[in-house]
């Protein structure tokens, strides 16, 4: 059982607000990931980390950001947030690739609404 | 670039009855495949996995196949429930750089009572 944590589960937000979808885990993985889960379903990664202040842009451009400061935590900011930022946003880790196959476990999502 | 074409939905079956999604792939290198599925409200759920040439990753009563002359990995059951109704994600991951997971879009199955 993956031990990977996200909050909040559902976010509903006015035009312009700043805001922060915490992600963390306990399984002391290295990669973390975030993916952006559109209404048609499809997941597209946006964000990924190899570790402790490393931080990567993925496939889709996104205006959010994040960090890692801490092994177990991957935050996703969103500065200003807009209509187009409704989205389902998932949280993964993984460990290393040779010793865990890869395998990515994923958060239970926050479900974000800009109004 | 990496890519997963999967079977479109939605599916619709009576309980008990077979079970096939198709997954086909195009990738470089030697993937790793798999199984994801997402119950309603929920994030992701890994299913099963195959990480080389005919390897069958199992789980649950779902199963499979790692075909590489194909390029598929096709999911299967025999006898599907009404709690297996879920939307049901192929993906592939290639090792080295980000090891992100390349999904395909999903494929949305009911089972009726």
């Known amino acids: 059982e993956a031990d990977i944590y996200q909050t909040p589960r559902y976010l509903v937000i006015g035009t312009g607000k700043k805001i922060t979808l915490e992600c963390s885990q306990t399984m002391g993985h290295d990669k973390m990931y975030w993916y952006q889960q559109d209404p048609g379903m499809e997941l597209h990664l946006i964000h990924y980390s190899y570790g402790v202040n490393s931080t990567e842009k993925g496939d889709l451009s996104s205006e959010s950001t994040v960090s890692r400061i801490r092994t177990e935590h991957f935050p996703l900011t969103l500065e200003s947030a807009r209509p187009s930022h409704t989205s389902q946003y998932l949280c993964?880790?993984?460990?290393?690739?040779?010793?865990?196959?890869?395998?990515?476990?994923f958060g239970p999502g926050t479900r974000l609404l800009v109004l | 670039g990496d890519s997963v074409t999967q079977m479109e939905g939605p599916v619709t079956l009576s309980e008990e009855a077979f079970l096939t999604i198709n997954c086909t792939y195009t990738?470089?290198?030697?993937?790793?495949l798999f199984w994801y599925v997402q119950y309603p409200g929920e994030g992701l759920q890994l299913l099963l996995k195959?990480?080389?040439?005919?390897d069958k990753g199992s789980n649950k009563g779902f199963e499979a196949t790692y075909r590489k002359e194909t390029t598929s990995f096709h999911l299967e059951k025999g006898s599907v429930q009404v709690s297996d109704s879920a939307v049901y994600f192929c993906?592939?991951?290639?090792?080295?750089?980000?090891?992100?997971?390349?999904f395909g879009k999903g494929t949305k199955l009911t089972v009726n009572p």
């Open positions: 993964a880790s993984s460990g290393r690739f040779r010793l865990a196959g890869g395998t990515q476990y």
């Open positions: 195959a990480t080389k040439a005919d």
């Open positions: 993906a592939l991951q290639n090792q080295g750089g980000s090891e992100k997971l390349v």
């Open positions: 990738a470089t290198g030697y993937p790793s």
